[in-house]
């Protein structure tokens, strides 16, 4: 299955330059709404079969416009919510900078622990455990690779990139998420295969397929010019 991990729009406390956290009511910017709108033609023309969203608002106004125009209706996760920042939440980004914990973050993320909230380890387990079982229910309805966007937040994308990655969490920090930008990652039995990384370009179709599905063994797909699906091309792709 292929995961398109979507990050919110911009909103109205990333330009205020606040750690909005969990907060309610966190709604998008005008750019963000723009952003929102552009997704329809972004990856609407890919043959998506599931829209599964945070539950915070930044999240559900960015995917209204496109699942309507696909005739989804969002599905909401709470395991892709946003980190629980704690006492963090609400605060400065530029007050939080002088905070101890603020370079443990940056560092040894895999060691931080927001007061009042949760671990940034927590967020990983909880949020790649979500993807994998959304990709395996969706396997089983459709008995085929499908594509599926799941629309959430910078750390965790970036989390869960890591994880795909096969990266340890302390090095999740390389990973950039910008508002409104797609992630792909196309997941198999034997790994996960990244196919973009904070994608904002005007359409992510190009070089984007669902991969087929597995045909049972045989002596002619034994011999067949192509590797199975789940195998990394030695030498690189071949397309």
């Given at each position: ?11 109205t ?7 909005a ?7 998008l910017?005008?750019k963000?709404r723009?952003q ?7 990856i609407?023309?890919?043959?998506i079969?599931a829209?599964?969203t945070?539950p ?6 960015t995917v209204?416009?496109?699942?309507e ?8 996760e ?8 704690g ?17 443990v973050?940056q560092?040894?993320?895999?060691a ?11 967020v ?13 229910r ?7 690779d ?11 994308i ?11 969490l302390d ?38 397929r ?6 049972p ?6 011999e ?6 789940a195998d ?8």
């Open positions: 299955m292929t995961v398109l991990l979507l990050r919110h729009g911009r909103s406390s990333n330009t205020a330059g606040i750690l956290g969990r907060s309610e009511g966190i709604d910017d005008d963000g723009e929102a709108t552009g997704l329809i033609d972004r609407g023309d890919l043959p079969r829209v599964v945070s915070l608002l930044r999240c559900r106004r209204e416009p496109l699942a125009a696909l005739c989804l209706q969002p599905l909401i709470d395991r892709i919510a946003e980190v629980d920042y006492e963090w939440t609400g605060r400065k980004l530029g007050e939080l900078v002088s905070e101890p914990l603020w370079r973050v560092a040894h993320p895999s931080a622990v927001f007061p009042g909230g949760e671990a940034l380890a927590q990983q387990s909880r949020a790649v455990a979500a993807v994998r079982e959304h990709d395996r969706l396997t089983e309805e459709h008995g085929a499908v594509l599926w966007v799941a629309c959430t937040h910078g750390d965790v970036k989390a869960v990139i890591a994880d795909a990655y096969g990266m340890h090095s999740f920090q390389r990973v950039n998420a910008d508002p409104a930008s797609v992630s792909v990652v196309r997941y198999t039995q034997l790994r996960p295969f990244v196919l973009h990384v904070n994608h904002t370009g005007a359409r992510l179709s190009a070089g984007l669902a991969a087929p599905a597995p045909a063994e045989s002596k002619e797909s034994a067949s010019d192509s590797p199975p699906a990394a091309v030695v030498g690189g792709s071949t397309d």
